[in-house]
């Protein structure tokens, strides 16, 4: 069986944006890309849909219940002719957040995560991180100015950080009773564009300094996912301010920026290369 790699990613991560981008520069060929094609996807329509949104510099639209979908993709390594399935769940990002919030998930995505060679996980850099100050917290414990008046809310397994809600997803990868084993993992940081690459530095960088439970969690459990981190913006820059800017590219993948691993700058194939190349040993 032909191994598989599945994109996963919480809402607004910049899954859509992504599928998007890689579709148009896989097709075009309008940058070079160490990635080809194997033959159409069942969901051309669907995938001609979000890649002439991203062509156009419209927000690509995160993806609604009504269409929501599967895509399978079959890549191939031009130099190794190494091929895998990429396995896009295009749905809404809620369903990623169900371990978390429901404690399940949706029995084909749990059989797509068990059974996953390798993943690709998004994360925005476009938001906020996920600090929390103790003085944050302050209802919690009970140390309310005296005579606060502080309305009573009930709690809300949504509004968790995210990073909680990606921990717990990867944690039912390795749930018993199946056996854990040692996977590669591509951490996308995507909207790279908003980050101060002076401030940042590198995605690794990044990735301690704001999602600091994430990469804490990712390091532990380093037996199970073999982790590398880009930071990419699959778009360019900000929707709909930097249209104008963005339409002037003769080449649109020349939009892509990448960054991490010695990644070309327009390449957005790049974390597909290392993830298709030869697993890591369990």
């Known amino acids: 069986m032909m191994n598989r790699i599945l994109v996963a990613g919480m809402p607004s991560s910049g899954k859509s944006t992504y599928i998007a981008a890689l579709r148009h520069a896989l097709v075009a060929k309008d940058v070079s890309c160490a990635l ?116 009573a809310t009930s709690f809300d397994a949504r509004e968790m950080p995210e990073e909680v809600k990606i921990v717990e997803l990867l944690q039912f990868a390795n749930r018993r009773p199946l056996f854990g084993r040692r996977r590669k993992l591509a951490l996308i940081v995507s909207a790279w564009d908003v980050v101060d690459a002076q401030t940042q530095g590198e995605p690794e960088r990044w990735l301690t300094a704001n999602r600091a439970m994430l990469d804490q969690f990712l390091r532990y459990n380093s037996h199970l996912w073999d982790l590398r981190v880009y930071g990419i913006s699959a778009q360019g820059g900000r929707l709909p301010e930097d249209r104008d800017r963005l339409m002037k590219f003769s080449k649109p993948s020349e939009r892509i920026q990448v960054v991490g691993h010695g990644a070309d700058r327009h390449d957005i194939t790049a974390p597909l290369r290392w993830l298709i190349a030869s697993q890591p040993a369990p």
């Open 36 to 151: 080809e094609l194997v033959g159409l996807s069942q969901e051309e329509a669907h995938l001609n849909r979000l890649e002439l949104d991203w062509v156009d510099g419209k927000e690509v639209q995160r993806t609604q219940s009504a269409n929501e979908t599967w895509v399978e993709l079959q890549i191939r390594d031009r130099a190794t002719q190494d091929s895998v399935v990429l396995a896009l769940p295009d749905l809404k990002g809620e369903s990623f957040e169900q371990p978390a919030t429901l404690g399940l998930l949706q029995e084909e995505l749990q059989r797509e995560l068990n059974s996953a060679s390798s993943a690709m996980l998004f994360t925005s850099a476009d938001r906020e991180d996920d600090k929390l100050l103790i003085s944050d917290m302050a209802d919690i414990l009970g140390d309310e100015p005296a005579g606060a008046d502080v309305p």
